[in-house]
């Protein structure tokens, strides 16, 4: 019972405060720079991370920030859950875009401020055309100094799923030239791919050293990655 209790509790304040939230913000938009309209965004985000805290016990950290470059970059993260989509913006220092599904800009207000906050999104026509229109996109965000973060596997998947990573990812990173910084988590342990979080418990966030820049090959580099992450996610399991 109080599980239940915890979860819709956390729930409500979720979607209720996002919702507010994105109320009170969106009016500012149209007058404030691309950079503020982020913060706005991110001070959200930390609120949510301190309310998962009091509500659910649920409490989180982030190793290995010392490995991200000076300058932009492209971070390939495990997909576990709703929360990274989240948490990731109060726990990086530095501004990142996400690649997510143009479908979420259609939802009423989350998608609305997801829409001004200029990241990038992928309309799944045909592979090539996704592919192409994304390098554009992440390009231009690389440019003006964003880290451009990619989910490798497509999908949400459980924290105990073996990690297949696509190479949309690493082919990005040779076209763009920018260093590529593998991260795993554990948020599937307390917010599981489909569902709430109903207990506490504590999320940790491995950031793992640069791939090799010298390395061309989008093949080769998938390796690297995925042997990089596989490690990394032993530590959490």
């Not at 019972?1 to 009016?27: D, E, N, Q």
């Not at 997909?79 to 530095?94: G, N, V």
Request: hydrophobic residues 45%; charged residues 20%; positive net charge.
């Amino acid at each position: 019972m109080r599980r239940t209790l915890v979860k819709w509790l956390f729930a409500t304040y979720l979607l209720g405060s996002g919702t507010v939230w994105s109320i009170l913000i969106l009016p500012l938009f149209p007058f404030v720079g691309r950079d503020r309209r982020y913060a706005l965004a991110k001070l959200w985000c930390r609120a949510m991370v301190t309310m998962m805290r009091v509500i659910t016990g649920v409490t989180c950290s982030i190793e290995g920030l010392e490995h991200l470059p000076n300058g932009p970059c492209i971070i390939l993260s495990r997909h576990e859950s709703t929360w990274e989509t989240l948490a990731f913006m109060a726990l990086f220092p530095r501004r990142i875009s996400f690649v997510f599904k143009h479908e979420l800009m259609n939802i009423p207000f989350f998608g609305w401020v997801l829409r001004g906050l200029d990241m990038v999104s992928l309309d799944r026509g045909s592979i090539r055309q996704a592919h192409t229109a994304v390098t554009r996109e992440s390009a231009i965000r690389l440019k003006k100094g964003d880290s451009v973060v990619i989910f490798p596997e497509g999908t949400r998947v459980a924290h105990d799923a073996p990690l297949k990573l696509a190479s949309g990812g690493v082919r990005l990173a040779c076209a763009t030239k920018v260093p590529v910084v593998p991260v795993v988590h554990d948020a599937g342990k307390v917010w599981p791919a489909k569902g709430w979080p109903d207990r506490g418990g504590h999320i940790r966030v491995i950031v793992t050293p640069c791939l090799p820049l010298e390395c061309e090959i989008p093949q080769e580099l998938n390796r690297l990655a995925q042997a990089q992450m596989d490690e990394a996610l032993a530590k959490l399991r």
